[in-house]
Structure formats: structure tokens, C-alpha cells
């Protein structure tokens, strides 16, 4: 029998990956999420995605474990989660009418073999008023999302144009790791 662990407690996760109708445990590592300041933004996620995976892979490593991160990155700097409502306001207005890029990581640890890689969407955002902004971030929702949006609800009106994998944005690409899924033997119910 096979088990899977996606090894986040990401809402976002969890719902993409039962919208493949696959059964899989969640199993969130509270891992350290700082990194080296050098590292480049895909380093960076591939680095904190392998750290995830292996902080619970320690702990069932007969299973196959997915652990995941995103990052919003605009001119080179890493936007993380937002601290305040003034820290979300000022990220979304960095991000008004301009292009940034997400990089998602993901690592697949499995008894005999692992993955890992990474995905980088670029983002175009509209030229948004102080009102939308505000509007936004009164929502509630930028609180726990890097760069202080999420593409899958209410910030899909932010967004004008992206160029890459959607799913990847919000937190998973989807395609791709059921790709490598198999490649280290994961047998899909399909």
C-alpha cells in the first residue's frame, strides 16, 4: 500500500491535490523557513520545498512525501508574507501595474528514489487605485500568502496577464508533479 503526505497545511495544497482524487495524509513540518540571503530565488524555494519534504519524510519514510514553496520575487527582491495591513498595502502597491515572478519548489522524497524542481510564472499585474488596494487588503485575504495575494480568489482581479504555469501560483504545479510522482513510482489510481 502506498502513502502519500503532502507535507503543508496550505488550504491551497491540499484542495489541488484532492481535486486530482488522490488520497493522501497531510503532515505539516514547522521547519525553519530562513535562508542564505546569496541564494538565488529558485535555490531558495527548492532549498525550503527539500527541507519541508524531509522533515517528514524522517518521520514515515516508507511513504512518498511532496513538500512545496513559493515565492513572489519583483526586481530581484523575495516578497514574503505580509506582517500588517500596512506591509500588505505597500507589497500590492510594488506589485501594481507591474511584472514579478513566482517561483514554486517541490520535492518528492520516496524510499528509493526523489525529485525535485521548480517552477517560475511571471506575473503581470493591473495599474490598481488606492482603493482597490485598500479593498483588498481589508478582505483579509493577503495575510498568509507570499507577496500578499492569492491568484485563486479575490486577487484574481488584480492580476491582468501571467505567462507560465497557473497552479504553480497557487502553490502546486499540478501537472508536473503528478509527472514526477510517477517517475519515482507513485501508481496513480488512473
Known amino acids: 500500500m502506498q502513502t502519500l503526505i503532502l507535507a503543508s497545511s496550505s488550504p491551497r495544497r491540499k484542495e489541488l491535490l484532492e481535486n ?33 519534504a ?22 530581484g527582491k523575495i ?13 500590492l502597491g510594488m506589485l501594481s501595474g507591474n511584472q514579478h515572478d513566482v517561483y514554486t519548489g517541490v520535492s518528492i522524497l520516496s524510499p528509493n528514489h526523489s525529485s525535485h ?4 510564472t511571471e506575473v503581470l499585474f493591473w495599474e490598481l487605485t ?6 483588498y487588503v481589508q478582505s483579509g485575504e493577503p495575510f498568509d500568502k507570499a507577496g500578499a495575494y492569492g491568484i485563486q ?16 501560483v497557487v502553490g502546486l504545479p499540478v501537472s508536473r508533479t503528478i509527472r514526477e ?6 501508481k496513480l489510481p488512473y
Open 20 to 52: 486530482l482524487h488522490l488520497s493522501f495524509d497531510i503532515f505539516s513540518s514547522d521547519v525553519d523557513e530562513s535562508y542564505d540571503p546569496g541564494l538565488s530565488p529558485a535555490e531558495v524555494v527548492m532549498e525550503l520545498a527539500n527541507r519541508k
Open 54 to 75: 524531509q522533515a517528514v519524510f524522517k518521520e514515515n519514510p516508507d511513504a512518498f512525501v511532496i513538500g512545496s514553496d513559493t515565492i513572489v520575487v519583483l526586481d
Open 79 to 91: 516578497l514574503g508574507k505580509p506582517l500588517d495591513e500596512a506591509d500588505a498595502k505597500n507589497m
Open 117 to 120: 524542481f521548480y517552477e517560475r
Open 130 to 135: 488606492d482603493e482597490e488596494l485598500t479593498a
Open 153 to 168: 480568489q479575490l486577487g484574481s482581479m488584480l492580476v491582468k496577464k501571467i505567462n507560465g504555469d497557473y497552479f504553480a
Open 181 to 186: 510522482l510517477k517517475k519515482v513510482g507513485y
